[in-house]
């Protein structure tokens, strides 16, 4: 497939090769989030785990990261975006590009995180009754 991507030099325009990767693109979700994560002083977020996600219901979604959840829901795109890798090296054209992935649907979350907190079962519960004599 060959796209006509704006103009260059001149009023020309360029081309760009885009090709399918061979093992077909993945399909991905985007996960929006609204806000801003930072790591401890000195520390760094790559590599790390966010949290958990949890699939609730046909549409809904749980994120937990750290004791706080934020509750969204899966929403489909109106277009679909393409990810696309940038080939370089040896037998790549100039301006040539791999679709490694499609995203079709991104998680969406909506409202401020809720605490969670941990649930404590009180020891008293389990005594039962007691004869007083």
């Not at 991507?5 to 693109?25: S, T, Y």
């Not at 706080?68 to 100039?94: C, F, N, S, T, Y």
Request: hydrophobic share 40%; net charge negative.
């Amino acid at each position: 497939m060959v796209v006509m991507a704006g103009e260059g030099a001149g009023g020309q325009c360029k081309q760009m090769l885009i090709k399918v990767a061979e093992d077909g693109p993945k399909e991905w979700t985007a996960i929006e989030l609204q806000g801003l994560m930072e790591p401890r002083e000195g520390e760094s977020l790559g590599g790390l785990p966010l949290g958990e996600l949890a699939r609730k219901g046909d549409k809904g979604v749980s994120l937990t990261v750290g004791n706080q959840r934020l509750d969204g829901k899966v929403v489909e795109l109106g277009e679909p975006l393409a990810v696309m890798e940038k080939r370089q090296g040896e037998g790549a054209a100039a301006g040539e590009y791999l679709v490694v992935g499609w995203v079709r649907r991104k998680v969406v979350f909506m409202h401020r995180p809720t605490v969670v907190t941990q649930s404590y079962t009180s020891p008293m519960k389990d005594i039962g009754t007691q004869e007083v004599s």
